[in-house]
């Protein structure tokens, strides 16, 4: 197996992989990365993050199960400041918002990839920016997602 080989080789294509809009909400988006996750022999597959794209098609972010994550703290403070003191919740009025995508996802000033570039170099990406996911371009159009799992593979099959 060649060393060089490229991104493209190894990613998942976004076509597989779960995409959802910026302006959906939170449960819109919880429910189409559920809808990513299977069952087989009592384990549970799935993906952990959703590629965010704008009315254009563009990739304007990545939506991780840390942010779903973070929303959820965010509603508990929020029921918790109900159930205690309400008046609290004057001071923090962006809590009252809808809470869609856009708010929780982490923004493309995020590290992305051509798909032409090579394995190793998406691999020192990843390792150097501490990310498991790697947003995969052809010019400025999102394609696939290279995962720190996709990498894992690669390098099992140089070793074999």
Known sequence: MPVTRLVRDIMVPIA???VVDEDATIM?????LRD??????????GFQSLMVLNKKGELVGLLTLKSFLVALQMRDFLEHM????PTG???TPHLFDDFNVRKIMRPLELITIQEDATVLEALLIIVKKNINS???LAGTKPVGMVRTLDLFWFVGELLD
């Open 16 to 18: 597989e992989y779960p």
């Open 28 to 32: 819109e988006a919880i429910k189409t």
């Open 36 to 45: 990513s996750f299977h069952q087989k022999d009592g384990t549970w597959y």
């Open 82 to 85: 109900l159930k205690r003191d």
């Open 89 to 91: 919740l004057f001071f």
């Open 134 to 136: 790697l947003p995969v």
